[in-house]
Nanobody
Framework: QVQLVESGGGLAQPGGTLTLSCAAS????????MGWYRQAPGKQRELVAT???????NYADSVKGRFTIARANARNTVYLRMESLKPEDTAVYYC???????????????WGQGILVTVSL
């Protein structure tokens, strides 16, 4: 029942702004590095942005300067603010997070179901 659920996707115009949200739930005390990935039809899934527990951020070159990742640790929520959107940003966006399940001492990767973002006139 540990899961990530994305919301906030939809249609935006080129040059517009959208903010995605990712809500983490389940019997997990700490979510470690979390991030956003995306996959366009016929293409490989690619990293968009990540953020560590202490707030260190990393961005793909294609979105740097336009997208901002942030997290609200108290609510186990991760956001992706997307500005100056381009048609090539159209993709299914996936939330990702690392956890350490009880008694495993190992990182486990959790993926959301994905949410569609379409950038078009």
């Amino acid at each position: 029942q540990v899961q990530l659920v994305e919301s906030g996707g939809g249609l935006a115009q080129p040059g517009g702004t959208l903010t995605l949200s990712c809500a983490a739930s389940g019997n997990i005390f700490t979510w470690y590095t979390m991030g956003w990935y995306r996959q366009a039809p016929g293409k490989q899934r690619e990293l968009v942005a990540t953020t560590t527990l202490d707030g260190i951020r990393n961005y793909a070159d294609s979105v740097k300067g336009r997208f901002t990742i942030a997290r609200a640790n108290a609510r186990n929520t991760v956001y992706l603010r997307m500005e100056s959107l381009k048609p090539e940003d159209t993709a299914v966006y996936y939330c990702n997070g690392m956890i350490i399940p009880e008694n495993t001492q190992r990182y486990t990767e959790i993926w959301g179901q994905g949410i569609l973002v379409t950038v078009s006139l």
